[in-house]
């Protein structure tokens, strides 16, 4: 929804006042119904009217009560930015996973009254499956960057990657991770590599606009593809003159575009 | 060096160009904020400008600044002298300790908390977290007030964290540079991207955006994009934006702030200082050593000391001092008792910050706490007495009262009073 019933988040202190004492009770009883089953939690708040309904676009105003009248109009978080471009780019990125790491665990599972012998046959063991970790990780990459769906990267990241640029935790310390837009953020949309490599032969969209006929088409694909909506009659109009125009690069304006507007960054 | 009136008029007459057409602002709404910066968003004629290193972690106070060599809570670590007559230094500060002439170390400093998130964030804003409004911090502050220097470099930058502008909005929100090495990244754009190619894919995405953007009038995260989005081309197309590249600097000084992240970010903090950016936190992590003290303080204590000597002695040397203040802050003290794992907890009731440079009164210590720095005994500081202080040395209007957009009054002071003696 965006906005907590207690907001932001606390300890539940005696001076803790739920925004909607009734709404909280009815939560409350929920999750002891369901046995803490978060899952099962977020399934019946995913299937309520509440969720489904349009975002509201004024957003929230923290010194103002917030009465749900639907979610909260919010920037997507790091995760969601990085897990959508890589999805625009390659193939089912969904089947990329982190290295298998189980022969680096076995190589460490010793036990406490090893021998000398076993230590040593460890110590050849670890650098070797470390390598293969490696080597498999290097496969991944585009321009020094791994191309794997967020939950499947190592964390805390390097402070200077994409996902902490959009604000990804450093893990450091608890709820650390925002949604605040920089300057860095729109640089890395403007010029960045992923940004480059969904432009090139063999992205996914590429290959979504190169298969399909028509300028049309194409221009609905690259509305769907990004925004997850047809193009309004003025836009598909300006989208195809500027094809017109510009030949297939006009293709690469109009996805640059679009990567480039605040429609494709917040959810509605 | 050059502070202002430095940008060529083709590129102004570009961003008013690319700002009317495609983000669809009027150039009279605030875009003249980029096109004559000085004087739109602050009116001041402050050449104040600071450096915060700020010591996430919470940084201990007899290992750096407050030792205590006849106590037995000192432990492993050993004092020298300083340049001020009777005052010493851990051993691992030496050369602080040698230009302690330069400093104002305040050694009765106490938080109210001692837990790691709110003590930073007390510290950076003056004010406790709260749920319905995000305050402020330093950098965010003198953007409003003292407006900017530079005319396409950015009023604030933060190196390795620090606080945003909160209540002020997106338009006095800082930079945020990840790591001090790469400096501001994707500032290159491909080959084939000329200017012309630019503007015009912005121009497509202003149409694009036109929609979402009636949609959410009056929307204060989506309208603050206007002034990223503005910010972001400034400085794309800035003359100045070898500021942020300290590759630019030769070896041999790169080697004088050392090559810890702290050296980096204080290198790079001088470099957008002289280029004409007004604050730049540096953050340097990983100080609260609740385990092997000895091994932790050796590796932190050697890099501040490097780092932050280096930093005086070139502001100073560029003339930059007396306008420059530099803070070394941190969010608690650790206790004097060490823990059974040669370590030292956390201790809100007392801890050491230090001033220097823009025009304080250097070469002395204020505040004292008892034999084994477990209270601040004399002359105690608080976080809120310590923000007035920096306020007032950044000749800002700390008895001022500024509105959130919820229509509360906050001041810069809060509930503190500036040190009378250092500022």
């Known amino acids: ?268 | 060096m050059q502070f202002s009136n430095n940008e060529d008029l083709s590129r102004r007459a570009f961003v008013q160009s690319i700002a009317k057409s495609c983000l669809g602002v009027s150039l009279l709404g605030g875009l003249e904020s980029v096109a004559s910066a000085a004087s739109a968003s602050g009116s001041s004629k402050s050449n104040k400008r600071m450096i915060y290193l700020f010591m996430q972690g919470a940084m201990s106070q007899l290992d750096t600044f407050d030792p205590k060599p006849d106590s037995k809570m000192q432990g492993p670590t050993g004092v020298i002298q300083t340049k001020i007559p009777g005052v010493q230094f851990s051993e691992h500060l030496p050369k602080l300790a040698a230009s302690a002439d330069k400093l104002a170390v305040i050694r009765s400093m106490n938080s109210s908390t001692g837990a790691h998130g709110p003590g930073q964030y007390l510290m950076r804003t003056n004010y406790r977290e709260i749920a319905s409004t995000v305050h402020p911090g330093w950098g965010s502050w003198m953007h409003k007030v003292h407006g900017r220097m530079h005319q396409s470099l950015p009023a604030s930058v933060q190196v390795g964290g620090g606080q945003g502008p909160g209540y002020l909005g997106t338009a006095y929100a800082p930079v945020p540079v990840g790591d001090p090495n790469k400096g501001l990244e994707n500032t290159k754009s491909p080959d084939y991207m000329t200017n012309s190619l630019f503007d015009r894919r912005m121009k497509l995405a202003g149409t694009f955006d036109r929609s979402f953007r009636s949609r959410t009038s009056g929307n204060r995260e989506v309208s603050g994009y206007d002034e990223l989005y503005r910010d972001a081309i400034g400085l794309l197309r800035s003359k100045d934006l070898a500021a942020f590249d300290v590759m630019a600097e030769s070896e041999q000084v790169r080697e004088k702030y050392g090559n810890s992240k702290l050296g980096r970010g204080c290198l790079l903090a001088r470099r957008l200082i002289e280029h004409g950016v007004r604050f730049v936190e540096v953050g340097y992590g990983s100080w609260d050593h609740h385990s092997d003290l000895v091994q932790n303080m050796t590796e932190r204590g050697a890099a501040l000391d490097q780092a932050l000597s280096a930093l005086l002695e070139d502001l100073e040397q560029r003339g930059l001092l007396e306008d420059t203040l530099v803070v070394v802050g941190t969010e608690f003290g650790r206790k004097p008792k060490m823990n059974e794992r040669a370590g030292r907890d956390h201790h809100p009731a007392a801890y050491s910050c230090v001033l220097a440079g823009g025009g304080i009164q250097a070469g002395q210590v204020y505040g004292e706490t008892d034999d084994d720095a477990f209270y601040a005994d004399m002359d105690p500081v608080s976080v809120e007495d310590f923000n007035a202080t920096i306020g007032t040395v950044l000749d800002l209007p700390i008895r001022k009262e500024f509105y959130s957009p919820s229509g509360r009054p906050f001041t810069i002071a809060h509930d503190g009073d500036p040190i009378k003696e250092i500022i």
């Open chain 1, 1 to 268: 929804m965006g906005v907590g019933v207690i907001d932001p988040v606390d300890e539940i202190t005696d001076d803790t006042e739920p925004s909607n004492p009734e709404l909280m009770d009815f939560l409350v009883s929920e999750m002891i119904r369901l046995d803490f089953n978060l899952k099962e939690f977020m399934r019946i708040i995913f299937h309520t009217r509440t969720y489904q309904r349009q975002v509201t676009y004024a957003g929230y105003d923290p010194a103002e009560p917030y009465y749900f009248p639907g979610p909260v109009l919010r920037r997507m978080t790091a995760e969601q930015v990085w897990d959508s471009l890589l999805k625009l780019s390659i193939k089912s990125p969904e089947a990329f996973l982190r290295p298998d790491d189980s022969e680096y665990i076995a190589a460490l599972d010793l036990d406490g009254d090893a021998s000398k012998d076993e230590i040593l046959a460890v110590l050849k063991k670890v650098p070797e499956a470390q390598t293969a970790m490696n080597q498999e990780e290097r496969t991944q990459r585009y321009q020094n960057v791994t191309l794997r769906r967020a939950s499947e990267l190592q964390q805390p990241l390097p402070a200077a990657h994409f996902l902490r640029q959009f604000g990804q935790s450093d893990r450091e310390i608890i709820s650390e991770g925002s949604t605040e837009g920089t300057v860095p953020q729109l640089l890395a949309l403007f010029n960045g590599p992923i940004t480059h490599m969904m432009l090139e032969a063999g992205s996914v969209i590429y290959t979504e606009v190169d298969q399909a006929a028509g300028i049309t088409n194409r221009v609905r694909i690259i509305f769907l593809s990004i925004l997850g909506r047809m193009p309004t009659s003025d836009e598909m109009s300006v989208a195809s003159s500027e094809i017109r125009e510009s030949k297939a690069a006009g293709y690469g304006n109009v996805i640059w575009a679009l990567l480039n507007t605040r429609e494709f960054l917040f959810i509605q």
